[in-house]
């Protein structure tokens, strides 16, 4: 049973592109969770999305950045117009429908924007 | 702020001895769960402990709960080099439909050889 899986694991953007990160959840989980950590930070809470829906938006940027997690396929975390301030480790986390609530982390994609 | 807070923020000790980390947070709680990172790796989760649970052992790790307190510890006993990583603390606040994890700032740990 594979784990999380990101891709890619770095991505260097120039300010003003746009930036696709990708996370297939683990065989049998339907929620997702975004979290954004910058340097010697903890995580923060972005983005929570069941199958064709998002949840709770409540830490995402409003403007630039979106999320969607398809029928098909693994969730996008999408960053428009990339600003250098973007730069960090976004991990992805799958659970199951059920609890007990722990969450699988995957590996993270490092963003720099230069 | 953070809903949780790791104490100490560094933490340098010798191969086989104890480490202690604290975690503090600020509202109620559904459960709180420990994860380790290693430097620029991923999150691994340790440890789950229910709000209506004070004590949980898995392996050389003991994590204890004081909701009267607001407060947790984690114990790693006879500590490693391997052990050397950052470890988080993170909420599931109560009413929180989608259990989404509030992390504090980590404790960095060092165990020297």
């Known amino acids: 049973n594979a784990g999380v899986m990101q891709n890619p694991r770095h991505l260097v953007r120039r300010r003003g592109q746009e930036a696709r990160l990708r996370c297939s959840p683990m065989k049998g989980h339907s929620h997702v969770y975004w979290y954004r950590q910058l340097p010697e930070e903890g995580l923060k809470f972005m983005v929570y999305?069941?199958?064709?829906?998002?949840?709770?938006e409540s830490g995402m940027p409003k403007e630039r950045f979106s999320a969607e997690f398809p029928k098909e396929g693994p969730s996008i975390l999408r960053i428009q117009q990339v600003v250098r301030g973007d730069s960090a480790a976004y991990f992805c986390a799958s659970s199951p429908e059920t609890g007990p609530y722990e969450q699988y982390f995957g590996p993270g994609t490092r963003l720099t924007v230069t | 702020s953070q809903q949780g807070e790791e104490d100490p923020q560094a933490l340098s000790i010798q191969e086989g001895e104890n480490a202690t980390m604290n975690c503090s947070y600020k509202t109620s709680i559904n459960n709180l769960q420990w994860y380790r990172q290693n430097s620029g790796r991923g999150l691994v989760h340790l440890i789950l402990i229910r709000s209506n649970e004070r004590e949980k052992h898995s392996g050389r790790l003991r994590v204890t709960l004081d909701t009267s307190k607001k407060s947790s510890s984690l114990l790693i006993t006879a500590s490693r080099a391997a052990d050397t990583a950052s470890y988080f603390c993170?909420?599931?606040?109560?009413?929180?439909?989608?259990?989404?994890?509030?992390f504090g700032g980590g404790t960095r740990l060092m165990v020297k050889p």
């Open positions: 999305l069941q199958k064709e829906n998002i949840i709770d």
């Open positions: 993170a909420t599931v606040l109560v009413n929180n439909a989608g259990n989404m994890l509030t």
